[in-house]
């Protein structure tokens, strides 16, 4: 039993949608949204140091907690910002977690060193060792 694929009539109008450019412009708008996402994440300014292009490949999607600071001293817990003594705080909560995040350290070039070790201090006496220092390529 053969089956024939021809129309009956040759000019009658098709009655089928062709979905394939609608699922183009989804692919497209899905890639431009993945593009744009990370960098709307960024809103604090900061001038991070520079390193050189050559990184290490990008590791699996772990959770993670943003600590900024910037140029004038001032200190921000994700885009919020906190004191010195409420970001102590913040972290000793953040250290009794089983599992706790990796720590995205972000400091303006311009800043004083000091700052940003007594952040490590802070991060290391509570037993937080996953820390990322941010930077931005070259």
């Known amino acids: 039993m053969a089956r024939t694929f021809h129309r009956g009539e040759r000019l009658t109008a098709v009655s089928q949608i062709n979905v394939t450019p609608m699922i183009d412009m989804a692919f497209a708008l899905l890639i431009i949204f993945m593009i744009t996402t990370p960098l ?3 809103t604090i300014p900061l ?3 520079s390193e050189n292009a050559s990184s290490a490949p990008v590791p699996r999607e772990t959770p993670f907690q943003t600590i900024s600071i910037t140029q004038e001293g001032v200190y ?7 004191t010195f003594e409420e970001l102590t705080s913040r972290i000793e909560i953040l250290a ?3 599992d706790p995040p990796v720590i995205h350290l972000r400091g303006d070039f311009r800043l ?3 700052k ?3 952040v490590m201090d ?3 006496q509570n037993e937080l060792t996953r820390i990322s220092l941010d930077t931005r390529v070259k």
């Open 76 to 82: 921000y817990w994700s885009q919020e910002e906190v």
């Open 122 to 124: 802070l991060l290391k």
């Open 116 to 118: 940003v070790i007594e």
């Open 96 to 98: 009794e977690h089983h």
């Open 47 to 49: 001038q991070l140091p």
């Open 112 to 114: 004083q060193y000091q």
């Open 40 to 42: 709307l994440e960024q």
